[in-house]
């Protein structure tokens, strides 16, 4: 898994920043860092679904750094009950794609 998502963020550094790529990387990164055992794109889990993120930053200009703030330190009280915990092992351009990642996510 480590190799695959070291591979996956070789082809991002490699690609041009092609956007197909990144997201795909993105992907991987969420899969590998338990994203999906709390989200989904298009459905609440214990947090939201990663639409209804993308839907409720979509004017907002700083969305992307206030995203990855949430993800690298935990998030409670913006969408119910329920907290996110910390994520401190992944790095700004970890961060950075995800938070990406998720607001390009469709309803
Ligand atoms: C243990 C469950 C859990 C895990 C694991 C989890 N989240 Fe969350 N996430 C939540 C909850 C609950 C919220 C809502 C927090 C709140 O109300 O402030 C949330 C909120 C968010 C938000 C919105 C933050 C905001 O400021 O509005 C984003 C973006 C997000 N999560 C992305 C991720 C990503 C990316 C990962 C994987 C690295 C992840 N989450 C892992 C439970 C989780």
């Known amino acids: 898994m480590r190799t695959l998502l070291a591979l996956s963020l070789f082809c991002v550094a490699t690609s041009g920043r092609a956007a197909n790529t990144d997201l795909a990387a993105a992907a991987e990164m969420a899969k590998a ?3 999906y055992s709390c989200h989904a794109a298009a459905e609440k889990i214990v947090g939201p679904a990663f639409s209804s993120v993308a839907e409720k930053y979509a004017n907002d200009k700083d969305a ?3 995203l990855a703030q949430s993800i690298q330190m935990g998030s409670k009280g913006k969408w119910g009950r329920a907290a996110m915990p910390a994520h401190p092992s992944l790095s700004a351009q970890d961060l950075k794609l995800l938070a990406g ?3 390009s996510t469709k309803p």
Do not use: D, K, M
Request: some cysteine; glycine content about 12%.
């Open 33 to 35: 860092n338990g994203c």
């Open 64 to 66: 992307a750094a206030t």
């Open 101 to 103: 990642w998720v607001l």
